[in-house]
T-cell receptor, first 114, second 115 residues
Framework: QKEVEQNSGPLSVPEGAIASLNCTYS??????FFWYRQYSGKSPELIMS????GDKEDGRFTAQLNKASQYVSLLIRDSQPSDSATYLC??????????????FGTGTRLTIIP | DAGVTQSPTHLIKTRGQQVTLRCSPK?????VSWYQQALGQGPQFIFQ???????QRGNFPDRFSGHQFPNYSSELNVNALLLGDSALYLC??????????????FGEGSRLTVL
């Protein structure tokens, strides 16, 4: 079983609709969870972080965390063509320092259709 | 405020050669991590440096080594290159004393091609 699993996609969503991206993780001790956006040929860019159960909203983005189900999701409302990218879920298994290392999923490729 | 900078951006090597990649962290950051991202995959953790010491290491062979300098910049060295080492090498910096645990800021990467 992979430590962090994502559906590789591609996921196609019409412009203006809600894009829903999902991620599961295997380590129950995981402390911190992140969504990164990566455009083709570019480096990952942090778009959301979440540390406790529930929802966290930032503009058009909402991250959802359910530690009991070991599940993290990202919702993108009012999807725009510029949202077309690969979305990487990352999990920090944590330690005293809190930022030891991130384990990434393979990413979900999202395409927004105009 | 300068972000994470990496050099070189692209390089081509042949099997058996050695390569050194360089990274300067974001201003105010003291911790540098290196990741390898193969095509179509997520980044994989190589190692992390803090206070000039390797703090944690991922599942990479000893051919991969690194260094952190007093100004927090870092180098990644790979010896005896294999074709499978072809990848995007990402440097990420963070602040060990920061309140937002685990937030990494990535540089644009060094794309290594091994022929």
């Amino acid at each position: 079983q992979k430590e962090v699993e994502q559906n590789s996609g591609p996921l196609s969503v019409p412009e203006g609709a809600i894009a829903s991206l999902n991620c599961t993780y295997s380590d129950r001790g995981s402390q911190s969870f992140f969504w990164y956006r990566q455009y083709s040929g570019k480096s990952p860019e942090l778009i959301m972080s979440i540390y406790s159960n529930g929802d966290k909203e930032d503009g058009r983005f909402t991250a959802q965390l359910n530690k009991a189900s070991q599940y993290v999701s990202l919702l993108i409302r009012d999807s725009q063509p510029s949202d077309s990218a690969t979305y990487l879920c990352a999990v920090n298994q944590g330690s005293n320092f809190g930022n030891e290392k991130l384990t990434f999923g393979t990413g979900t490729r999202l395409t927004i259709i105009p | 405020d300068a972000g994470v900078t990496q050099s070189p951006t692209h390089l081509i090597k042949t099997r058996g050669q050695q390569v050194t990649l360089r990274c300067s962290p974001k201003s105010g950051h003291d911790t540098v991590s290196w990741y390898q991202q193969a095509l179509g995959q997520g980044p994989q953790f190589i190692f992390q440096y803090y206070e000039e010491e390797e703090r944690q290491r991922g599942n990479f062979p000893d051919r991969f080594s690194g260094h952190q300098f007093p100004n927090y910049s870092s180098e990644l060295n790979v010896n005896a290159l294999l074709l499978g080492d072809s990848a995007l090498y990402l440097c990420a910096s963070s602040d060990a004393g920061g309140t937002d645990t685990g937030e990494l800021f990535f540089g644009e990467g060094s794309r290594l091609t091994v022929l």
